[in-house]
């Protein structure tokens, strides 16, 4: 089932949202931490990227093609931010590889978005 255009930018909200909780965790759940200073990078490089293409969701209406847009936003927020959340709060590197998958994805979103 395609998502109507318009619920896009409540997704958008729902992801910024998300975003924001995120960065309040990151500012004061992790800086009492024993994480070392590359996991905490790692972190607010998600956060970072999370809130901006959550920004970039809010514009997908607006695109001629919002389902595909929308849809490689999602994707790529998910497959890039995920993992480096992930590796930043646990450590565990693991899931690193989907990152440039989702790198990519966040990519061709714009590209979307543009055409």
């Known amino acids: 089932m395609a998502v109507p255009a318009r619920l896009w930018g409540r997704i ?18 992790l800086r009492r931490s024993d994480r070392d200073e590359y996991q905490k990078e790692l972190y607010e490089t998600a956060n970072r990227y999370h809130l901006l293409h959550s920004l970039a969701l809010l514009a997908v209406p607006h695109a001629r093609r919002p389902a595909m847009a929308g849809s490689l936003f999602c994707a790529g927020l998910t497959l890039f931010c995920l993992p480096l959340y992930y590796h930043g709060l646990t450590g565990d590197p693991s899931l690193n590889r989907a990152a440039p998958v989702g790198g990519s994805l966040l990519i061709l979103a714009w590209a979307a978005l543009a055409l």
């Open 12 to 29: 958008g909200g729902i992801s910024g949202a998300a975003a924001v909780a995120a960065a309040a965790y990151g500012a004061h759940g």
